[in-house]
């Protein structure tokens, strides 16, 4: 049986970051398929990327609420110190500084979404606000098994 941790949810203002990996923009039930699978092509190609900051650590962007089509998807990356002789077929996204909400998960992939909802209510519950139309990150510090994930969940607050 699978078992899921949240741990506690704190505040935290991160410097701008930069990341390279892979776009990925499919209908919305198959993002718990396809981000995966993204994550592990990432991890097989990391020796092509430069200037990695920690290439034990994955991370995941999104916006809740896009304003363009750019925007629309998730985007699975390793951070970079700078930007430089990117693989032709990876992108690029500069996060730029911000303040997130913060709750680490720990268990399978599919239950992510219940730590999102307990994160949300603590947003609310402490007067602070969501800010949709931002990059919110995932921070992956193991994703090989999708039934035993441990990531931080970052969405970000004003």
């Given amino acids: 049986m699978s078992r899921t941790t949240i741990q506690n949810k704190t505040i935290k203002e991160l410097d701008e970051l930069k990341l390279i990996g892979f776009r990925v923009l499919c209908?919305?039930?198959q993002y718990i398929v396809e981000i995966p699978k993204a994550s592990l092509r990432l991890s097989e190609r990391l020796s092509e990327i430069k200037q990695v900051v920690n290439p034990l650590q994955q991370f995941g962007?999104?916006?809740v609420e896009n304003e363009t089509a750019d925007e629309d998807g998730y985007w699975v990356c390793v951070e970079v110190k700078e930007y430089e002789?990117?693989?032709t077929d990876m992108v690029t996204l500069t996060v730029?500084?911000?303040r997130y909400a913060?709750?680490?998960h720990k268990g399978p992939n599919h239950k992510i979404m219940d730590s999102y909802n307990e994160l949300h209510k603590w947003i609310d519950e402490n007067n602070y606000s969501r800010l949709?139309?931002?990059w919110h990150l995932e921070k992956?510090?193991?994703w090989n098994d999708i039934e035993n994930v441990d990531?931080?969940?970052?969405d970000t607050i004003k």
């Avoid at 990531?151 to 970052?154: G, M, N, R, Y």
């Fill in 85 to 87: 002789g990117i693989p």
């Fill in 27 to 29: 209908s919305g039930d």
């Fill in 61 to 63: 962007a999104f916006k």
């Fill in 96 to 98: 730029p500084s911000q």
């Fill in 102 to 104: 913060v709750t680490r």
């Fill in 132 to 134: 949709k139309n931002k």
């Fill in 140 to 142: 992956f510090h193991s």
């Fill in 151 to 154: 990531v931080e969940l970052l």
